[in-house]
């Protein structure tokens, strides 16, 4: 892997290296450095790079001269967008189920209010014929 090719990939997106280390991976720009010094980087932060910037994990490790390595791109790019709307779907989904059962949960709530409500009456009155 050519670690120049990574720096390579942030600084022509126009971020700098240290703003983008450490906002969009989380590492100092030293940690980064001596990671690639000593050819130590996670395959995690390899991974956030790669998301951050849109790349397949092979872009890495690939010829930059393959006619296949745009095509893999592109289609890299395509499974993550699908990818990540599949994952914003059904996390709306969850939520609208959670809705569901907070609406029902708040009905049952009121329904019990109103019989404690209720029963207080009920014992109040009670009281006052018996007292």
Not at 63 to 89: C, G, V
Request: hydrophobic fraction near 30%; charge should be neutral; charged fraction near 40%.
């Amino acid at each position: 892997m050519d670690y120049n090719k990574i720096k390579k990939e942030i600084t022509s997106r126009n971020f700098s290296i240290k703003k983008f280390i450490e906002g969009k991976i989380g590492l100092t720009e030293n940690g980064f450095y001596m990671a690639v010094k000593n050819d130590t980087l996670k395959v995690r932060d390899l991974e956030k790079i790669s998301r951050a910037l849109e790349l397949p994990m092979t872009h890495w490790f690939e010829d930059d001269t393959s006619d296949l390595t745009a095509r893999e791109e592109r289609i890299w790019n395509e499974f993550s967008k699908s990818h990540e709307k599949q994952l914003l779907k059904e996390q709306l989904q969850q939520i609208m189920r959670s809705e569901i059962i907070i609406e029902n949960q708040e009905k049952k709530l009121k329904e019990f209010e109103d019989e404690l409500k209720k029963c207080r009456e009920e014992l109040k009155n009670e009281r006052k014929r018996t007292g």
